[in-house]
């Protein structure tokens, strides 16, 4: 039973792992940038949560406005930061120390105005819902929802609507996306927006679970670029997949180790997949299909 329990978590974290994921591997698909301020989205999402809850807003209220300051942040990213550097055509290494950059600077206005002690949402235990010896918290009945509706959601918004298909057109060619006439600025804003969101949704769950520090974003973007990696650079069902697979092997380890090695399961699998297949899980659709 402690086998399954362990594999029931994984696939938790292994939700939020892949939400995160995707929204990176979106934002990389189409601009070609390591977007590491990712990481600094993604806490942005949880202190607004923090601290509209705080106010007394209620918690479904407070959601809804953290998933769109984490979005609204994404966008003014790109429009502050990275626009200008393509208007001046930096190159993507130039791109990749901005946001290394911004993601330093706003973890440090966080520690300022936050402080670095780790702040709560919630007060008391998760409400818990017990299935023979098998216990699941309200997350992992979240989390399951959660990426239950908006993964296939989301493929039907890259392969049923305009912009979709605009986003994968991008991700494909860019080059022959503005001989076509495609807005490319516009487009950058959507595929902000849309990646940041997935980041919302991940850290409203993290958040409410486990508090709201300024350098959590760091460790979970890590992960989920490790995810990135090992699912496939460029396919996007990769990531997701490379996201529920390390979580599921980080839980899994707590069967045999302490907590304390879950890391090293992440840098483990890393270093497998770079030395015998660095193409990822899926690398052989990419000449065929990026989203």
Not at 70 to 99: N, T, W
Request: aromatic share 10%.
């Amino acid at each position: 039973m402690l086998f399954l329990q362990l594999l029931i978590d994984g696939l938790a974290s292994g939700a939020l792992y892949a939400l995160t994921a995707v929204g990176f591997a979106i934002i990389y698909n189409g601009t070609r940038i390591l977007h590491m301020a990712h990481a600094a989205v993604f806490t942005c999402g949880g202190y607004i949560l923090y601290v509209l809850v705080k106010l007394g807003l209620h918690p479904a209220i407070a959601v809804v406005f953290a998933l769109a300051g984490a979005a609204c942040l994404g966008v003014a990213i790109d429009r502050v930061v990275y626009k200008p550097l393509r208007a001046r055509k930096s190159s993507e290494a130039a791109l990749f120390v901005a946001s290394i950059g911004v993601l330093t600077l706003l973890q440090s206005v966080y520690a300022i105005i936050f402080t670095t002690d780790t702040l709560y949402v919630r007060q008391g235990t998760l409400e818990t819902f017990d299935i023979g010896e098998i216990r699941l918290t309200i997350v992992h009945i979240i989390a399951a929802g959660i990426a239950i509706v908006v993964f296939p959601a989301l493929q039907l918004f890259l392969t049923k609507t305009r912009y979709g298909r605009a986003m994968r057109a991008l991700a494909d060619n860019p080059n022959l996306a503005i001989v076509r006439g495609v807005n490319v600025e516009r487009l950058y804003m959507l595929i902000f927006a849309v990646g940041s969101l997935l980041a919302g949704f991940a850290v409203v769950l993290i958040a409410y679970d486990l508090g709201v520090r300024p350098e959590m974003g760091f460790s979970v973007i890590f992960v989920s670029l490790v995810a990135v990696i090992v699912g496939g650079v460029g396919y996007l069902p990769g990531a997701a997949a490379g996201g529920f697979l390390l979580g599921i092997l980080q839980n899994l380890s707590l069967w045999q180790l302490s907590g304390r090695w879950m890391d090293v399961i992440v840098f483990g699998a890393l270093l497998v997949f770079l030395v015998f297949r660095p193409q990822g899980i899926f690398g052989h659709l990419q000449s065929t299909r990026r989203v």
